[in-house]
């Protein structure tokens, strides 16, 4: 899998594009590389891993670049995971002509994560209706398994 990296706003796709395909279809051309990732997935040293109705994945990993003053992975870093996982969770179920974005979310950090250790970011949609969805993930060591964050979202759903 050869990624797209957006070097500039002209490198994201249009809004034409966005709702000529249904959520799914959006992430399944972007895992692919038909489709570039999102700008921030280069900042946070994170990919796309999977995608599937209802379920995503990525795979990531803190750097010295993502540490707090104290030299720990700064709770943003966390944040800006989780919400990658579940708010493409979300997107999964947006059908084509909407798109949707995060409302509120809220984060759990369980234990501290050393730099460098590959985490797994793992998006699991729990609900989709009309207006509103709902989504949980977690964040777990892809050598340990180990739970460092999980997190939950509100997402609102809406026409172009």
């Not at 398994?145 to 509100?154: E, F, I």
Request: hydrophobic share 40%; aromatic share 8%; proline share 5%.
């Amino acid at each position: 899998m050869t990624l797209f990296t957006p070097k500039s706003l002209a490198d994201i796709p249009s809004r034409e594009t966005l709702f000529s395909m249904s959520g799914l279809e959006f992430l399944q051309a972007t895992l692919e590389g038909r489709l570039p990732h999102a700008a921030i997935a280069t900042l946070m040293n994170a990919q796309l891993a999977s995608v599937a109705p209802g379920r995503v994945t990525f795979r990531a990993t803190p750097a010295f670049e993502h540490t707090n003053p104290v030299g720990a992975v700064h709770g943003g870093w966390y944040g800006t995971l989780l919400d990658s996982a579940f708010g493409c969770a979300v997107m999964t179920s947006v059908p084509k002509g909407k798109w949707y974005t995060t409302l509120e979310y809220k984060v759990n950090i369980t234990r501290a994560l050393p730099l460098g250790m590959e985490v797994i970011a793992e998006g699991i949609l729990d609900h989709s209706g009309r207006s509103t969805a709902t989504a949980h993930a977690t964040v777990k060591g892809a050598e340990d398994g180990k739970l460092y964050a999980s997190g939950t979202t509100t997402c609102i759903i809406l026409d172009r």
